[in-house]
C-alpha cells in the first residue's frame, strides 16, 4: 500500500461573521495518494476554494488536522485560480520565474528553468510577450507553468478553466493531462464540471452544501490516456450520472 501524501481528519472551517460564525467547510476527512488526480465538485459555497486554501496554509482550518505525511520540510504548494492573476507589466517568462526570483534562485538558472516551462506548456514564442496580448487559454498556461516552476508537491487548481470557450477548455484538459503526467505531480483540482472531472480525475469527492461534507468519493476507472470519443461510452455515462446525482 502506498502512504498517502496528505491526509486530513475533520478538517472544518468557520469563518467569523459577528454571528455565531459561517461554517463554510466540514468536517472532511479524506487522503490524496502520491500522483494522484482528484477533482472536487460540489455547489457554489460548499467550501471547495476554502478547503483548497485551507490546504496550501493560506487560512487556519478552524478544527481538525491536515498532515503531509512522509514529507520532512513544508509541502510546496502550487496554485492556479480562475482567473491567472499574472502581473500585466511583466513578460511570460518573467511571470513565470517569479516564483524562483522569490527563492533567490540565481537568474540564469531561472531563466533556463523559466524557458523550459514555457515550452512545456506550448508558449514557445511567446517568451516576451505581456499578459495583455493572450487568449485567456494562453494566459491559463502560463499560470500552469508558474505553479509548477518549482516542482510542487501538491497542484492546487480552483476552476482554472472556468472562463475559457468550451474548445479551449478541451485543449486545455489534455495539455494538463500530459502535464501530470510528464511532471508526476499530484493534483487537486475544483471544477464545476462532471465531464472535466472525469476527463482528468483518478477520483473524484463531491461536497454536500454549505458546510461542505464529503457526500460521495468516487473512484474514475476510465483507461488512459482519455479522448473524447469516451464521452459516449457506457461507463463514463455511469459514472456521469452517479456524480450528477451527488450533486443534486
Ligand atoms: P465555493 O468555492 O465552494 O464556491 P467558498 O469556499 O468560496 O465556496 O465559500 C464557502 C462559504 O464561505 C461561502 O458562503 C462564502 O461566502 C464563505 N466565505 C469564503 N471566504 C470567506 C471569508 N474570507 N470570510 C467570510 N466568509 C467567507
Ligand atoms: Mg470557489
Known sequence: MTAPLLTTRDLSVTFSDGNGGLHALGAVSFSVLPREFVCVLGPSGSGKSTLLRALAGLLRPSSGTLDFNGLDSPPRIGFVFQQATLMPWRSVLENILLPLELQNLNPAAAHAKAQEMAE???????ENSLPRDLSGGMLQRVALARALIHDPDLLLLDEPFGS?????RERMWMELSRLWLARQTTVLMVTHSISEALFLADRVLVLSARPGKIKLDLPVDLPRPRDDD????EPFGRLARQLKAAIE
Do not use: I, N, P, S
Not at 512545456?120 to 511567446?126: I, K, P
Open 230 to 233: 469516451m464521452r459516449y461510452t
Open 120 to 126: 512545456l506548456v506550448g508558449l514557445q514564442g511567446f
Open 164 to 168: 475559457l470557450d468550451a474548445l479551449t
